[in-house]
T-cell receptor, first 112, second 116 residues
């Protein structure tokens, strides 16, 4: 049983560019949440998707957007990248309205 | 405001010694509490969770945590630390079945170093 998978593992972009990160949830999970973890910090909630809709959103600007597909996989898009967007981006999955989230290994984004 | 505080940024213990990592939370609703561990360059692995019932919960890798409502704390403990326990530990709070379902609030983390 595959856990949560994310791609790519690492990514280097320059300021102003756009990036797309991908996540496949654990088998049987229909809800995907995205977190940003800056160096030396705890993860911060970006948003959550269920039934292809954004259900909750954290305190992130509109440059951060997402999508969920019918197979429950998800994408995180970030436009107009800033240096401060450099971070580890974590995807977590769970069954809807249940307790425990399972995290993927993350995508390390570096913005130069 | 909802928040999680981990007062210790770094902790160093000798292998075989006992360990306690502190976590305090501020949360309006009934909290669901979690401890996760993160090895360098890796994602988060769930160690244990508390929802209700017995306030002492057992987790994987020999870890346990105790929920104390009066102190708004959820401290993580291990009786004897192994070198492989060196990692970063995160306490998190969330809720289920409410409008905030799925949003976890994390502390800043505690880095554990284990001396041989």
């Amino acid at each position: 049983d595959a856990g949560v998978t994310q791609s790519p593992t690492h990514l280097i972009k320059t300021r102003g560019q756009q990036v797309t990160l991908r996540c496949s949830p654990k088998s049987g999970h229909d809800t995907v949440s995205w977190y940003q973890q800056a160096l030396g910090q705890g993860p911060q909630f970006i948003f959550q998707y269920y039934e292809e809709e954004e259900r909750q959103r954290g305190n992130f600007p509109d440059r951060f957007s997402g999508h969920q597909f019918p197979n429950y996989s998800s994408e995180l898009n970030v436009n107009a990248l800033l240096l401060g967007d450099s971070a580890l981006y974590l995807c977590a999955s769970s069954p809807w309205a249940t307790d425990t989230q399972y995290f993927g290994p993350g995508t390390r984004l570096t913005v130069l | 405001a909802q928040s999680v505080t981990q007062p210790d940024i770094h902790i160093t213990v000798s292998e075989g010694a006992s360990l306690e990592l502190r976590c305090n939370y501020s949360y309006g609703a009934t909290p669901y509490l979690f401890w996760y561990v993160q090895s360098p360059g890796q994602g988060l692995q769930l160690l244990l969770k508390y929802f209700s019932g017995d306030t002492l919960v057992q987790g994987i890798k020999g870890f346990e945590a105790e929920f104390k409502r009066s102190q708004s704390s959820f401290n993580l403990r291990k009786p004897s630390v192994h070198w492989s326990d060196a990692a970063e530990y995160f306490c998190a709070v969330g809720s289920v079945g409410s409008s905030n379902t799925g949003k976890l609030i994390f502390g800043q983390g505690t880095t554990l170093q284990v001396k041989p």
